[in-house]
């Protein structure tokens, strides 16, 4: 896949998707509302974080290979140097998608994350937000995508 489009096209078209650091203690960060908009848009997601048992009323699992079924994607919102591991997670578990998240700033997106994804054939999307593109969008995250794509900020 070699365009942006067709890999959001593809990664939304899967059912079942992990979220990789959503928190038990707050729920309004990122990785959070990725998930509640996931979950609310009929996906079926799966909650990833080492330190909760459960997040958002539903179980929470250590890492990827702990999840009960096969990923069709995961979704990273965690610091650089943890996406490198989730990356490392994804080859073990045969992940074949990862999203790694960033809207302003460094997000999780690291050259490692991204270098172990595609020498493993995982498809990557080394930023932007899935709530930028999961309908329905609501405004903030409409602007964000246009903002993003004047600055050529977007992934290629």
Not at 30 to 40: D, S, V, W
Not at 96 to 113: D, I, M, N, Q
Request: charged share 20%; proline share 7%.
């Amino acid at each position: 896949m070699d365009t942006l489009k067709a890999k959001i096209d593809d990664f939304l078209a899967q059912k079942v998707i992990a979220v990789a650091g959503v928190t038990r203690n707050h729920p309004n960060e990122a990785a959070n509302a990725i998930y509640r908009k996931l979950k609310g848009a009929g996906y079926h997601v799966y909650a990833v974080n080492p330190n909760a048992k459960s997040v958002e009323g539903d179980p929470c699992y250590h890492d990827l290979a702990a999840i009960p079924e096969p990923v069709d994607g995961v979704v990273v919102v965690t610091r650089p140097e943890t996406a490198d591991k989730i990356a490392r997670e994804c080859v073990q578990a045969k992940v074949p998608r990862a999203w790694l998240h960033r809207s302003f700033g460094p997000g999780s997106v690291s050259s490692e994350a991204v270098t172990i994804c595609e020498q493993n054939n995982i498809t990557v999307i080394a930023g932007a937000c899935p709530m930028m593109y999961c309908e329905p969008v609501d405004t903030g995250h409409k602007c964000i995508r246009w903002f993003l794509k004047v600055t050529k900020k977007l992934p290629n």
